[in-house]
């Protein structure tokens, strides 16, 4: 039996889609272009399902945040299920305000009760994201040692130890994937002692 021919039309569209959004963009204390973030998501998220509207929110996941990209523009591309998974992954807004008024403890704090109660989909988006940021802290942490955190507007580590703890404590109903294995042990590797 041949095997049919994979529709990846959508991931394609959104694949080019992200990467005109982010374009002329690096990702902070990097010199390599920001659409890698988006990219390596997409592959963690491709370890999880194959469905394209997940795929595709995980290659966009940043528009809305970072870019001039709305919620209503990703609905009228790719459609509502992708731009409502999308929005489920966005903190602030392209104009730079936060989505949510309140201090970035709180803010941290209200995405991480919204993710603990989100569907699996948003999940693994959300995973797709945080193991690619986590597996850059770790790169990063082990090349500079403690200045690495100078990065961040948040300098404490026990703060970026908090949050990732409780970040794995949220996508736990992904614990038998490789990703979510993977998330933890990096996740125990740079912040066990400094919590």
Known sequence: MANAALDTSLVDRAITFAVRAHAGTRRRGKEFPYIVHPLEA???????????????????HDTVEDTGTGVEELRREFGARVA??????????????????????????????????????????AL???????RAIARDFEAQGDSFWNLFHEKDPKVHAWRYRALADALRDLSETFAFREFEDLINRVFDGRD
């Open 84 to 125: 409502s998974l999308v929005a489920a992954e966005t903190d602030t807004i392209s104009d730079g305000s936060q989505a949510a008024e309140g201090s970035w403890m709180e803010r941290k704090r209200r995405a991480l009760d919204r993710l603990a109660k989100a569907p699996l989909d948003v999940k693994m988006v």
């Open 42 to 60: 997409l592959a963690i998220v491709a370890t999880m399902t194959s469905d394209p509207e997940i795929l595709a929110a995980a290659v966009l």
């Open 128 to 134: 797709g994201d945080k193991l690619s940021n986590m």
